[in-house]
């Protein structure tokens, strides 16, 4: 039985939500390995929209286990949102989570460092959404943050986050904030909540282990995308944990061994959030009209996004490090009736033109995209159900992203709903959802 991997193979956005929703069916299992609450999946059912930021997509489906890993930091506040939004919608997500017992908690004063370190005069901004993710990852690497077992035992949390506190309580008196925090009421706020997540805690590596072991698949859900991975990304401008696939073992505790495929996500054209190099970037008409046909807004943070064209040696990259089976292309119906389309091809690096993706950060950002330009399509792909119903030029595009990349491209996605996917039959994608 397959157990499958499907993240983003750019800069994250690239509805990963409604994939993940839509193969959860085929799946027992459906388990997030990495991010905190700044990632939003938006699923839409029907009439219904929901942005899920903590808990895995599978939980919109009855008879579905989901599992937030040890590699995911949580505000234990907005998990609790969370559940209540999906509680009002009709849902009953606590009898369905499983919460990573080594997974790390967030404070308030976790976003309060991170709001002064992004306010720096003297510093470039990551363009954070300033909701503690990386100082909390920081104190994890810096093996003082508090885990979840940590917090379920009463005598041992007060001990480990006077400690923690009094750390944050130093940083905060240099910038002449300590007066603003409040550690003795968060300390008890954290305890009440604890009680209310306890239920949900347990050992999630001894249980998707077991699980898989039984016989029973496991969908493991990537946050963000390979290009904001922390190792394999364009670092400083990065998110704080390990978004490739290599990160769904060290985030769950399931071995490489136990994994059968990786699905890359991608969209037909690409976007990227806050700062940092982006060479397909088109900051004109093109641009503008991509972002508003696609409505490419920020799912927690309502920023806009920056837009361009596909970008195949980015993709060549995120294949090779992730080693994607599969690749789905999501937003196809973005593009109907935009005329030619650009598709970047080669890097143009100080005069040198070159398929490789430059690690500096200085480089990247002097990259100059070469493009092909392919005609467009004026039929709408909105609605079509076979793939060799979509218009000659919308395939013609996928194969040339197919040639470019070298990645099967196993299905496409033409609008938000479920419905909207179209999976190339007798495509590995095919065989891996069995």
């Known amino acids: 039985m397959s157990n499958i991997i499907v993240l983003g193979s750019q800069w994250g956005d690239e509805?990963?939500?409604?994939?993940?929703?839509?193969?959860?069916?085929?799946?027992?299992?459906?388990?997030?390995?990495?991010?905190?609450?700044?990632?939003?999946?938006?699923?839409?059912?029907?009439?219904?929209k929901f942005v899920l930021k903590l808990i895995p997509s599978g939980v919109l489906h009855s008879g579905k286990q989901v599992v937030?890993?040890?590699?995911?930091?949580?505000?234990?506040q907005a998990l609790l949102d969370e559940i209540e939004m999906l509680e009002k919608a009709g849902f009953d997500p606590v009898s369905k989570i499983s919460i990573s017992n080594r997974a790390h908690i967030i404070f308030p004063f976790h976003r309060l460092v991170e709001k002064v370190s992004e306010g720096r005069t003297d510093r470039v901004a990551i363009g954070t959404t300033s909701r503690g993710i990386g100082p909390c990852y920081e104190d994890k690497i810096g093996r003082r943050g508090l885990r979840m077992a940590d917090l379920l035992n009463e005598k041992l949390f007060y001990s480990l986050f006077d400690d923690l506190a009094a750390d944050k309580r130093t940083v905060a008196e240099a910038f002449g904030l300590d007066a603003a925090i409040d550690y003795e009421g968060i300390r008890e706020d954290?305890?009440?909540?604890?009680?209310?997540?306890?239920?949900?805690v347990r050992d999630?590596?001894?249980?998707?282990?077991?699980?898989?072991?039984?016989g029973k698949r496991v969908l493991f859900e990537g946050a963000q995308g390979t290009m904001l991975?922390?190792?394999?990304?364009?670092?400083?401008?990065?998110?704080?944990s390990s978004a490739a696939a290599?990160?769904?073992?060290?985030?769950?505790?399931?071995?490489?061994?136990k994994i059968n495929g990786v699905i890359g996500v991608s969209k037909?054209?690409?976007?990227?959030?806050?700062?940092?190099?982006?060479?397909?970037?088109?900051?004109?008409?093109?641009?503008?009209?991509?972002?508003?046909a696609g409505l490419e807004y920020g799912s927690v943070t309502g920023?806009?996004?920056?837009?361009?064209?596909?970008?195949?040696?980015?993709?060549?990259?995120?294949?090779?490090?992730?080693?994607?089976?599969?690749?789905?292309?999501?937003?196809?119906?973005?593009?109907?009736?935009?005329?030619?389309?650009?598709?970047?091809?080669?890097?143009?690096v100080g005069g040198v033109i070159t398929d490789e993706m430059p690690a500096g950060n200085m480089l990247l950002e002097s990259v100059e995209a070469v493009y092909e330009t392919v005609p467009g399509w004026d039929q709408p792909t909105s609605g079509v159900t076979r793939y060799d119903d979509l218009p000659k030029e919308a395939r013609d595009y996928v194969a040339l992203l197919e040639e470019k990349t070298g990645v099967e491209v196993g299905a496409v996605s033409t609008g938000p709903e479920r419905s909207e996917t179209i999976v190339r039959p007798g495509s590995r994608l095919e065989k891996l959802l069995g």
């Open 15 to 48: 509805g990963k939500g409604k994939i993940v929703d839509l193969f959860a069916e085929k799946f027992d299992v459906v388990a997030r390995y990495q991010g905190g609450h700044n990632a939003g999946h938006t699923v839409q059912v029907g009439p219904q």
């Open 68 to 76: 937030i890993g040890n590699g995911v930091v949580i505000d234990p």
């Open 190 to 200: 954290y305890r009440n909540m604890a009680e209310k997540i306890r239920p949900m």
């Open 204 to 214: 999630t590596a001894a249980l998707l282990n077991g699980l898989i072991a039984s």
């Open 229 to 240: 991975d922390i190792d394999h990304g364009t670092y400083p401008f990065v998110t704080s």
């Open 246 to 257: 290599g990160g769904a073992c060290t985030g769950t505790g399931v071995p490489p061994t």
């Open 268 to 292: 037909a054209y690409i976007t990227r959030v806050g700062g940092g190099p982006f060479p397909s970037e088109d900051t004109g008409e093109g641009g503008n009209i991509i972002r508003e």
């Open 303 to 348: 920023r806009p996004r920056r837009c361009g064209w596909f970008d195949v040696p980015l993709l060549r990259y995120t294949a090779m490090v992730n080693g994607f089976d599969s690749l789905i292309v999501t937003k196809l119906d973005v593009l109907d009736g935009l005329g030619d389309l650009k598709v970047c091809t080669a890097y143009n």
